[in-house]
């Protein structure tokens, strides 16, 4: 046979296919309308169990995983359409509309702000990257930041979520886990490590570095170039630059920001004295209610999902027959448990598209645990 008869071939079976897949899903429907009348759930393991393992036990050795791969997908098909038919939202979906038909139209130009640090800090170049002049509230931990907006002394909290060259902020996620509030806004900071010192000080007499470990880790080309000097840790790089400010002394300096020069009377020595100078970070803005403003085209979700083989691939499947992207995918170990995890999501679709609204029908219908963290916008 040539190539061409073999293709005609397989498009008279992608026909056949195509016929039956709609007849599968017709008789789904079908049972969704019984399954409404009789107020069951979509969602029946029990059966879809059942079906996987006879389908698999027909498909014989060769064929099982793909078929088993196949009718899983068919499946989750026929829960799409079967809640889309019930027009009955989900908790989360009810949730995500109010909140677009509650918040107002404008983000705030003006609110009481927590962040992490001193004045300088990285957390401040993205507070006003969001809020035209906020009123901010300094706090030594990011704890702290999540309990000023549980007590209602502020409406946001500002916090570093990732890093381009670090990665995540682990402690943040744990708290966005356990604590309840959402994420409103995201907002870029481009990172710019300088080397401060009080004028006059120069390079050969310094004999202590002061900054945050992560700005450490990320001049440790620079630093291990200037092995003499000890290395220490603060809580904060603009903590750090005061601290050199206020130390009256001229053998120490500080890795910060070059913002912090001014600020704290310092000069700067050496600016870019990171390994690498694509250095961003993302902070998050987080309220203790979700808002979600016009324009929210990224969502953050934490996801559990059952321990068991292809969970993880056909929970992708889903976003895929959606056609939806996702900017990030990262396990997290759920804290306090052995090796329990769950899964962080960025999901990047605007909220009013329809493809999303399905998506989240589906996931909090699906699955044991679904942690909604905020839509949002992010600034460039
Ligand atoms: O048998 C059912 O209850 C159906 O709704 C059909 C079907 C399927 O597509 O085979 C779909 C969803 C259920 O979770 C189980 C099976």
Redesign the pocket.
Known sequence: MTIEELRARIDRIDSGLIRLYAE?LET?AE??KY?QEHNLP????A??RE?LNKVGAEAGEANENGVRALFSF??AQ??TS?MLDRKQESELGKLIRRSVEETPKLFPEKAKVACQGVEGAYSQQACEKMFRSPAITYCKTFGDVFSAIESGECEYGVLPIENSLAGSVNSVYDKLLSRKCYIVRSARVKIDHTLLVKPGTKPEDIREIWSHEQAIQQCSDFLSKNKQWQVNVSSNTAAAARMVAESGRKDVAAISSGRCAQLYGLEILKTDIQNNSNNHTRFICISRKPEIYPGADRTSLMLALPDRPGALYQLLGRFNAQGINLTKLESRPVPGKDFEFMFCFDIDASVYSPAFTRLIEELDVTLEKCVYLGSYSELA
């Open positions: 599968r789904a049972i969704g399954k979509v969602f029946d393991p059966r879809e079906v068919l499946m026929s829960r079967q």
